[in-house]
T-cell receptor, first 112, second 115 residues
């Protein structure tokens, strides 16, 4: 089945630690995205990448970093500089033209 | 600036009732896409529909229908004869016609369908 895989479903981070969230897609999509979802709010864009080895900041990139070494993978690192990391993180992908994005399912990050 | 407003935070209905989820958008673009996504308890966003700004025809898909009115900048979503499985958070979103990178989401409407 084609789709987006995010793992794990739940993730815990100790204060001061970095944590990396995995996102893999087998849809052969060029573009990939990371969003943050907080309760009662819509999704906010953290980073996006249109092609391999290139990525751009979204609205709330501070405290996050990404890499795009392979077309199918777009990992997100939540660094210790992100002061309020507890949220639901959604990864998405799309073909390059504006055809809508396909989403994964989490994970939910909590800080211990 | 692009903005999507979903004024209804939560809606609760009894099974078999019809329900309409409102979506109002703002954009300076003359061409754009509008979307609806469903987020069930499992968390992923499920794509429901994409509508481009050239096409104001209403669309029906089974129990789902969408009403797009450019004159009022609205893209409302109606579920007919609601079912418990329709319980989810529904998001309306807006993006440029050729640019997915600036997709703006509304805050979402949580729909609860009671048996």
């Amino acid at each position: 089945d084609g789709g987006i895989t995010q793992s794990p479903k739940y993730l815990f981070r100790k204060e001061g630690q970095n944590v990396t969230l995995s996102c893999e897609q087998n849809l052969n999509h060029d573009a990939m995205y990371w969003y943050r979802q907080d309760p009662g709010q819509g999704l906010r864009l953290i980073y996006y990448s249109q092609i391999v080895n290139d990525f751009q900041k979204g609205d709330i990139a501070e405290g996050y970093s990404v890499s795009r070494e392979k077309k199918e993978s777009f990992p997100l690192t939540v660094t210790s500089a992100q002061k309020n990391p507890t949220a639901f993180y959604l990864c998405a992908s799309s073909i390059s033209e504006g055809r809508g994005q396909y989403f994964g399912a989490g994970p939910r990050l909590s800080v211990l | 600036a692009q903005k999507v407003t979903q004024a209804q935070t939560e809606i609760s209905v009894v099974e078999k009732e019809d329900v309409t989820l409102d979506c109002v958008y703002e954009t300076r673009d003359t061409t754009y896409y509008l979307f609806w996504y469903k987020q069930p308890p499992s968390g992923e966003l499920v794509f429901l529909i994409r509508r481009n700004s050239f096409d104001e025809q209403n669309e029906i898909s089974g129990r789902y229908s969408w009403n797009f009115q450019k004159s009022t900048s609205s893209f409302n979503f109606t579920i007919t004869a609601s079912q418990v499985v329709d319980s989810a958070v529904y998001f309306c979103a807006l993006s440029g016609l050729y640019n997915n990178n600036d997709m703006r989401f509304g805050a979402g409407t949580r729909l609860t369908v009671k048996p």
